[in-house]
């Protein structure tokens, strides 16, 4: 069983940085493979990045175009989404999950984990 608990979003302008936080609990986090979604309102769940325990990650090519870093930290059982140059479109809530094999990543349907959510808003 892994909890999550996303923090770090909030209000920001247009070209603006957000660093996006989450910490999961228990001892086996290292072999979850971790991921970050977005949902704007009125639309389905899409993918954002993910990264493997051992560091490998994959992104969104869509929008994710450099911008947007995902990294982890096994000592603070914690997930970051570093996102930079942020647009209007960005706007959305932001969830951090979690699934065991490097498979389907981009599919949200496959992760077992869910946090609550983060709320971003980039004002134009």
């Known amino acids: 069983q892994v909890q999550l608990v996303e923090s770090g979003g909030g209000l920001v302008q247009a070209g603006g940085s957000l660093r996006l936080s989450c910490a999961a609990s228990g001892r086996t986090f290292r072999r979850y493979v971790m991921g970050w979604f977005r949902q704007a309102p009125g639309k389905e769940r899409e993918f954002v990045a993910a990264i493997s325990g051992s560091g490998v990650t994959t992104g969104n090519v869509d929008f994710v175009n450099g911008r947007f870093a995902i990294s982890r930290d096994h000592a603070k059982n914690t997930v970051y989404l570093q996102m930079n140059s942020l647009k209007f479109e960005d706007t959305a809530v932001y969830y951090c999950?979690?699934?065991?094999?490097?498979?389907?990543?981009?599919?949200?349907?496959?992760?077992?984990?869910w946090g609550q959510g983060t709320q971003v808003t980039v004002s134009s």
């Open positions: 999950a979690a699934k065991e094999a490097w498979s389907y990543v981009s599919t949200w349907t496959e992760y077992n984990y």
